[in-house]
């Protein structure tokens, strides 16, 4: 049987990334990704794709080429037998934080910009001391970062993990699962019969789910009682 991890996830900074853009607002979703946590907790491994130390961190905080290499890098977790659930909000409360751009030149003549970037806009944050919950699910015994960074402004966020009984694998039937869940993760191995859609980049989440497959139980565990069995990082092409 796999083990399963229950993690908790405080943040100490605000935590901002644009889920969406309505007009000069960007809004922050209370909903964590599942690849954006497996790059936070250290579980991809920029050392294969790097040849050098600067290299390597490129991947950790700063991406120059903007471009995605998901499958890429969070392929080899199906390999190892390890899963990472996108994490909901236990409790959560958000802050709104106006930015500008100011243009401090003197007495020279002041001249229209070329570039197509905003003035102004607003960010909507979430503040600190909120929490999140997810799941991760390996086939060995992992060890977890205390602190961890997420994030465009790589807010600082504590985890406390807690290692859930062994579980019970139960056949398929149908059942609903109220977490939140990548859909390319789960409709390949199980049949979804109706859902609630989060849209987000760079794939949409889907949560109170009711399917039919195969799931783990924990006995006497009230806060989690069902958990899909067939689940890995799958990519559209």
């Known amino acids: 049987m796999p083990h399963v991890y229950r993690c908790i996830l405080e943040l100490h900074d605000s935590l901002y990334y644009a889920t969406r853009e309505i007009g000069?607002?960007?809004?922050?979703?209370?909903?964590?990704h599942n690849y954006a946590l497996?790059?936070?907790?250290?579980?991809?491994?920029?050392?294969?794709?790097a040849t050098t130390v600067a290299e390597e961190s490129r991947y950790r905080y700063f991406c120059p080429e903007q471009v995605p290499m998901y499958e890429a890098h969070l392929t080899p977790l199906n390999q190892q037998g390890i899963y990472v659930t996108p994490a909901r909000a236990v409790r959560h409360a958000a802050v709104l934080n106006t930015w500008k751009y100011a243009d401090n030149r003197y007495h020279v003549e002041m001249q229209k910009t070329q570039k197509n970037i905003p003035s102004f806009g607003r960010a909507k944050e979430i503040a600190p001391e909120s929490q999140f919950e997810f799941f991760v699910i390996s086939e060995r015994p992992i060890t977890f970062p205390h602190w961890i960074r997420l994030g465009k402004w790589m807010s600082k966020a504590e985890v406390?993990?807690?290692?859930?009984?062994?579980?019970?694998r139960n056949s398929?039937?149908?059942?609903?699962?109220?977490?939140p869940l990548n859909p390319l993760?789960?409709?390949f191995t199980n049949q979804v019969l109706s859902y609630d859609t989060l849209n987000m980049p760079p794939v949409s989440l889907i949560r109170h789910v009711r399917m039919v497959g195969e799931f783990y139980s924990f006995e006497g565990l009230q806060e989690l009682q069902k958990l899909p069995v067939h689940m890995e990082f799958r990519f559209s092409n």
């Open 172 to 179: 398929a039937q149908e059942f609903t699962f109220p977490y």
């Open 160 to 168: 406390e993990v807690k290692e859930l009984p062994t579980p019970k």
């Open 24 to 32: 000069r607002l960007y809004e922050t979703e209370p909903v964590l």
């Open 185 to 187: 993760d789960v409709m």
């Open 38 to 49: 497996c790059y936070a907790l250290g579980l991809v491994d920029s050392k294969k794709y």
